[in-house]
Structures are given as C-alpha cells and as structure tokens.
C-alpha cells in the first residue's frame, strides 16, 4: 500500500514535467526561413490585390452608371404614367440625350406637347411656348461617359448588342436620342437623328452605350436597352 501510494504520488509531478514540456515545446517562434516564406506570401497576395484593384473599382463605377441611367428613364416613365402636373400643365415626360455632350443627359418635360425636346430650353430657363421643360441636368462624373447612342427600327433585321452598337453603322449609330412616355401608357416613344440631320421616327428598341473614356473594348462597355415596349434592361 505504501508503494502504490507513492507510485500516485509521482504522477503528478510527471504530468506537470510533461505539460510543461508541451508549452515549451508550442511558444517556439517562427524560423527565419518559416518567416520568410509567410512574408513573400503575404506580399504576392498584396501585389495581385492592388494590381486589380483599379479595374474593379472602374467595373463597378460603370455599372453604377449604367444603374443611374436605367433608373433615370425609369423616372421618366414613372412621371409620364402617373401624369405628373407641372403647374396647370400635364406633359409627358422623356429622356434626352446628345452625343455631342457625352457627359450629360436630360430629364425634360414635353410641354408643347411636340414630341421632342426643345433645345433651346435650359433647366430653370429658355424661353417660348417650351421655356424650362429641362427638369434635371444628370452630369456623368468620373472617367466613365456616354460612348455611343443606337436605335433600330421595327423590320431592320439587326440586333442590338454592345457590339453593334459600338461598332455602329448609319442604320444604328445616333447623334441624339429622345424618349418619350405619353400618358397614361407606358410604352415608350422614341425618336433621334443620324449624323445631326437625319431624323429616324418610330424606333423599336435604342441603346445607351456606357464605357470609359478611350475604351475599345465592347465587353467593357455596358448598355442601356429602351424598349419600344417600355421594357428597359442592361447588357
């Protein structure tokens, strides 16, 4: 009995001599090579971040804008349906937009009714039967613009992509582009001009071809569809 009692007796002390052992043996740091080797991964992991981080800022900022410009001719649409009043006047409402002024688009009001916005009217000013219809003046900040405007006709046999619309052509490539919601329906009314004299009425689906400034590929270029249907999508 004597015996056992110390052989227990000794365990203690053993597992105290192991345990310490096994904290010893866990708190030795980092070789200089495991060091090393932790530090060159980090750093590539950095490097690869940092080195696409500009690109997809620039992504999401352009998909924001595409974002922006749906939501605008949304706006449109909405203002037009539910006929908004302006005063004692109930317009319908339409998007402008000029590729002579990549960096800018309107919301206006039709208020002679005429179907087109009257260029001669400035937000808050112009003057005429059609002073004022600019309501909001969108300016694109940033390195992202408007890089092509589109519209085909219904039966043209063409259809719209990012692709064709940058590649254009006279039967798709616009200089400006009106939309237009007559109340209380909310298809969409649209209208533009090839090469800044030719109108083009009746046009079944256009395209807002976003993209960065100097962009050449298409397939970093997002587009606004307007339907003639009222349907509006991003590509």
């Known amino acids: ?125 112009g003057s005429g039967s059609a002073a004022g219809e600019c309501l909001e003046d969108y300016s694109i900040r940033g390195v992202n613009v408007i890089r092509k405007l589109c519209g085909i006709a219904s039966g043209s046999g063409i259809t719209l992509t990012p692709e064709t619309c940058y590649k254009g052509g006279d039967n798709i490539t616009l200089t400006e582009l009106t939309t237009i919601f007559h109340r209380p329906n909310p298809e969409a009314l649209m209208s533009g001009k090839r090469n800044d004299t030719d109108s083009v009425a009746s046009l079944s689906v256009a395209g807002v071809l976003v993209g960065a400034k100097g962009e050449t590929d298409f397939a970093r270029m997002k587009m606004v569809q307007i339907w003639n249907t009222g349907q509006i999508t991003i590509q």
């Not at 200089?32 to 490097?47: G, K, N, W």
């Not at 940092?50 to 924001?64: D, E, S, T, V």
């Not at 410009?69 to 349906?81: C, D, E, H």
């Not at 319908?92 to 009714?113: E, I, R, S, V, W």
């Open 1 to 125: 009995m004597i015996q056992d009692s110390r052989k227990r007796g000794h365990q203690p002390t053993a597992l105290i001599r192991q345990l310490a052992d096994y904290c010893a043996r866990s708190h030795t740091g980092f070789t200089l090579v495991e060091l090393m080797v932790t530090t060159s991964i980090f750093i590539v992991i950095t490097l690869v971040v940092l080195a696409n981080y500009p690109r997809a800022n620039g992504a999401i900022a352009l998909r924001l804008l595409a974002n922006d410009v749906a939501l605008s001719v949304r706006k449109a649409q909405v203002y037009g349906v539910s006929i908004k009043s302006t005063g004692t006047i109930f317009p319908d409402y339409g998007m402008y937009f000029k590729q002579g002024t990549p960096t800018d688009y309107l919301l206006f009001a039709d208020l002679d009714l005429n179907g087109v916005y009257n260029t001669a009217s400035t937000c808050g000013g």
